[in-house]
């Protein structure tokens, strides 16, 4: 449920990005591709590019037709936010 949801900042996201543990946000959206990986229909590689940060313009540039929201909707880990600032 959206309850589980976590806010996560761009300093968390970096710390997602390998093979083994890789999130990606998509407009505003954070997602965990660690088992999609192997099942991109444009390869781990491509993919891999986007690991750890935001994913949203690439993913624009190459097929903005495709859903994301639907596809991986069971791997999505929380939101997007700006990084916390402590004043
Ligand atoms: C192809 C999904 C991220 C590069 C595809 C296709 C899907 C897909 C469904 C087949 C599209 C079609 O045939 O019409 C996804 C999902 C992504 C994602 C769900 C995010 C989680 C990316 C990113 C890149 C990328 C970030 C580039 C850095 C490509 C390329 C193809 C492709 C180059 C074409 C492969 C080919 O036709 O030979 N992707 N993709 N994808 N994807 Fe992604």
Redesign the pocket.
């Known amino acids: 449920g959206v309850e589980t949801l976590m806010r996560i900042p761009p300093s968390v996201l970096r710390q997602h990005n390998t093979r083994e543990d890789a999130w990606?946000a998509?407009n505003g959206k954070v997602?965990n591709?660690t088992a999609?990986l192997p099942f991109?229909?444009?390869?781990e590689k491509?993919?891999m590019?986007?690991a750890g940060r935001d994913?949203t313009k690439?993913?624009g540039l190459?097929?903005a037709?495709?859903n994301?929201d639907f596809?991986?909707d069971s791997c999505l880990v929380g939101f997007l936010v700006p990084e916390l600032s402590t004043s």
């Open positions: 990606s998509f997602y591709l999609y991109h229909p444009g390869g491509e993919l590019r986007v994913g690439l993913f190459t097929h037709w495709v994301v596809m991986l």
